[in-house]
Nanobody, 121 residues
């Protein structure tokens, strides 16, 4: 079991930036960021493998960057050029091996409590 704690959410105007952090009790897992807006299903935003390979949902490509600091067991999501449609609760998640790393939430079995991101127009 991996304990995860997100931070860094907040309220910004469109075009602004935020950096989310996720402190993990252990590393060496495929890690992902997900988001869920009211009335919508949870959506995979980005993931990163233990080897550093990344993948993003189309709507955030070129604006968001996922990264990790293995020495600190911390996952990051740098979000630039934020849009109102990015408003959601953001969750980090830890999965299994890199072989099953995915933007599908079913591939992850450890979740943080979430941090709210609100983007106003």
């Amino acid at each position: 079991q991996v304990q995860l704690m997100e931070s860094g959410g907040g309220s910004v105007q469109a075009g602004g930036s935020l950096r989310l952090s996720c402190a993990a009790s252990r590393s060496r897992y495929c890690m992902g960021w997900f988001r869920q807006a009211p009335g919508k299903e949870r959506e995979g935003v980005a993931y990163i493998t233990t080897g550093g390979s990344t993948s993003y949902v189309e709507s955030v490509k070129g604006r968001f960057t996922i990264s990790q600091d293995n020495a600190k067991n911390t996952l990051y999501l740098q979000m630039n050029s934020l849009k109102p449609e990015d408003t959601a609760m953001y969750y980090c998640a830890a999965g299994g091996s890199d072989a099953i790393c995915s933007l599908l939430s079913s591939r992850y079995n450890n979740w943080g409590q979430g941090t709210q991101v609100t983007v106003s127009s």
